[in-house]
């Protein structure tokens, strides 16, 4: 069901920090940032391979992703695999009792809560190519 690491999302109290502390260490460079205010956080994109690494900053205390990094701190908030038909694993897990959250039926993205994963979201989608 699950392939490639195409996602590895870390959540931090300082963007730019992190950003810099990357692309020190790991000579990456971020391709993008963006804010989700839906979600509560900013983030930057920093490319590797055939997928990335996304770091997250909070925005919002009342989303997920702040009470995440006051619950455990910083670290590893989500991992995303590609995934060759999400709408069929999406009813595999949910056949079997797995909590699974899906935008719509026919959009091939989908996350497990990190209930049912020993505390990690897990997503389930498409991979994107970085040029």
Partial sequence: MLGDVIELSVV??????????????????????????EFGFKNAILPLGKGHIELMQPT??????ARYLEAHGEGVYLVG?????????VQKLREAGVRVTQPAP???????????????FVEMRKPQVYE
């Fill in 60 to 65: 919002d205390p009342s989303k997920a992703v």
């Fill in 81 to 89: 695999f590609d995934v060759e038909d999400v709408p069929g694993s």
């Fill in 106 to 120: 026919d959009v091939p993205l989908a996350w497990v809560h990190p209930r049912e994963t020993h505390g990690v």
């Fill in 12 to 37: 931090v109290r300082d963007l730019e920090a992190a950003v810099k502390r990357f692309e020190t260490l790991f000579s990456l460079k971020a391709h993008s940032r963006a804010e989700s205010r």
